[in-house]
Nanobody, 125 residues
Framework: QVQLVESGGGSVQSGGSLRLSCAAS????????MGWFRQAPGKEREGVAT???????IYADSVKGRFTISQDNAKNTLYLQMNDLKPEDTAMYYC???????????????????WGQGTQVTVSS
């Protein structure tokens, strides 16, 4: 059974940084696509970042240059380093994984079938 557990959320002031982690179990990380998504109150869920098996990150325009996605296949763990946080980054952040796919073709538009419980990020001005 696939399980995803996020950690690292919290409250910071504008301009601050946080690092999210997602520990995955129940499958071979390197054969799935994994990504970060977020949902703010009253808004639709949006894709934040995903990463290919060559460690190339794909980002939403709103976070480019500020967020960095990375992975440790040996630990089956996905990370999201968030710098220069803004109040509009406030949201519940979710880690998600696809089923078996081509890990060199990851994108935020794929169907992500497995989701973590989320971790809250709050940025105050």
């Amino acid at each position: 059974q696939v399980q995803l557990v996020e950690s690292g959320g919290g409250s910071v002031q504008s301009g601050g940084s946080l690092r999210l982690s997602c520990a995955a179990s129940g499958y071979t990380h390197s054969t799935y696509c994994m990504g970060w998504f977020r949902q703010a109150p009253g808004k639709e869920r949006e894709g934040v970042a995903t990463i290919n098996n060559n460690d190339r990150g794909i980002y939403a325009d709103s976070v480019k240059g500020r967020f960095t996605i990375s992975q440790d296949n040996a630990k089956n763990t996905l990370y999201l380093q968030m710098n220069d946080l803004k109040p509009e980054d406030t949201a519940m952040y979710y880690c998600a994984a696809t089923g078996p796919y081509y890990p060199w073709r990851c994108s935020l538009e794929l169907t992500y079938s497995y989701w973590g419980q989320g971790t809250q990020v709050t940025v105050s001005s």
